[in-house]
């Protein structure tokens, strides 16, 4: 259905979301009554087993993980990125905070709001606790029918699951960004194979050389929990039934062993909660291949590093944790927009090993308490030998795939010099550097009654104003303020004309002999105002650096600034910006430079870092791929924008004045600021290729 009415799907998304709440719907309550039941059975020398060794097959489980990500970067073809200005360069790194985690000061609030760790903890708490509490056996013979009840009830919504998983299949098959996916075509191929293999023969192979459960029988007895974890991308939402089915397998395979502990996994599966799965340790591959796509590969020293810091802060949300380790190898934050796209597809196979990871624990963790785990060096030895042979097949073959079918010419630059004009505007008369403008009459009056007597807006433009105005590849003027002068001329009913503008305005001042108004996103400075009228601000942009890829990291900071010995940064030639990079920076070398463009143009000494603003910065990185755009903590610099009167004309600029804020009321400014400085919509979306649209052609 998805391929076959493509976006008119989506309306089932809201069948797909009700299914996924009802399975959630009695996770809680069955993870908090297991635990305390659970443990409250136990005598303490039994639990103090049980950790010791539940918790080494864990880490065993993750060196498995952290292998599996260490291959990653053997698939990666070699490939150059960059992207348009994004909010998250102003936004400080997410923090993580442990404490509030995984230590709850209210298990209500907790229970309310899905914080598990802290669910978790508060039940393991009064588990323990009830361990030595007399007449115990009334309260737990309660739990146990609690348990027993929830249970019951999780099955009869597992009755849903071909709606549900019908839904959800219909709408991802139908709404899925083709494009999107072909952009991240290495890291989503890569990791569907690695999540494959590990799911469907590695852990579950260790299942079976380490247990009396076969390999074939735990991805039979779990299928059903399996297939529900990855269409519904919630681990979360299967715990009851892989606890049912994992009692299931060990009283088949090892009747009377476990009989007698049967309830195992109800603790062990909710307590493994607390730490990250095989799905969560995967992630750190997301930071090699971003290393990879920001062409700064992060070095095998560094791994070590990676994997320690990875395992630690993955206790917590992954959100917080990604752009973390970004930071930490000294990668490109806007790498973390691929990290969200490629959840799409990338969450589905992450919670299936993740699925698996808690069925591995269940089934070995139960084994080895009850001390029927053995190792079978015959089987451990076949499970590495086709490991190894597949692993090898498997970067040899996602090499060969994306030798042949992928493109690894860098394209945004071309994306960037073909953007055109948001609105259709009328013809305007466009001069370009070298041509003479016909002369100006004399100003009588005002340069605004000068305007109005031609019927001619005459603007004056700086050439090296991206994104702001600049000329696309097919000969037009465009960018930010020329879609906003054209909407000027449009609100004051006359035509438009572009004159190129000097920078030598700034000393000398605006003569109305040249233009009646720059728009160029000009940045207004103390130094500046002495000289010229500017309208009211229309946009603040904020001062950052661009620096080389692999040098972000060390500019991530002002203190990490000044603590750099010997540093050159190219500083815009205004006063305004000399004085306070000077100040913020005493010891560093500064180079004035004439633009910005000046700032890729070879030194005789190398510069270390030029400063711009991230707005700005972010268009010509796209032109150079090489560098990364840097906004230092703590604190933010802005530096507003605004228009340039000519001849110090009070009447236009007043007009200007109401006309800035008429634009930013009707959502003109941000309409442009989403396009020219985000990048939104720069290509013309069309619909997902469907086979009732572009076959049939029953829909248009």
Known sequence: MGLFFGESVADLQ?????????????????????IIAGLGGLHPAQARALGVRVGAIIVVLWAVALIAVFLFPLMFPPHVNASFFSTTLLQPPESFDLLGLYVPTNPFYSLANNIIPAVVVFSVVVGIALMAIPGKAQVLSVLTVLNAAVAKAASFVVLLTPYGVFAIAAVAAGTLDIDSVRRLEVYLVTYVAVTTLLSLWVLPGLVGALTPVPHRAVLAGMRDALVMAFMTSSLFAVVPLIIEQSKKLLHQYAAGAVDADEHLPEIIVPASYNFPHTGKVLTLSFVLFAGWFADSRIPVTDYPRLAGMGILVLFGNVNAAVPFLLD???????????????????????????????????????????????????????????TVALVAATIGGTRALFAVTLSSAYDKDKVLASMQLLHRQASARVFKNGEVPPPLPG????????VRARGVLRVGYLDDSLPYVFVNTRGDLVGFDVEMAYELAGDLGVSIEFVPASRTMFEAGLDPAVCDVVMSGMAVTADRAMQLLFSTPYLDETVGFIVPDAERAAFASWDRIRAMRGLRVGVPSAPYFLRRVKAELPDVEIVPLASVDAMFTP????????????????????????????????GELKVPLAYVVAGRDQALATVLDTWVELKRKDGTITSLFSHWILGKDVTARQPRWSIARDVLHWMR
């Open 14 to 34: 809201i069948v797909g979301d009700a299914y996924v709440r009802l399975l959630q719907m009695t996770v809680l309550p069955y993870v908090t009554g297991s």
């Open 328 to 386: 930490l190898v000294r990668i490109p934050a806007d790498t973390f927009q691929l990290f969200l796209a490629m959840g799409v597809v990338a969450t589905h196979f992450g919670t299936l090993v993740a699925a698996v990871h808690t069925v591995a624990v269940a089934l070995v963790g139960t084994c080895a308490a009850v001390g029927v785990m053995h190792v079978n060096a015959r089987r451990l030895l076949r499970l590495a030998a086709i």
């Open 443 to 450: 100003v009588k009056t005002t340069v605004l009654d000068r």
């Open 603 to 634: 030194h005789d000494l190398p510069i270390d870092a030029f400063v711009a603003t991230a707005e700005r910065g972010s268009a010509y990185t796209l032109l150079h791929p090489e560098y990364s755009v840097v906004v230092p903590e703590p």
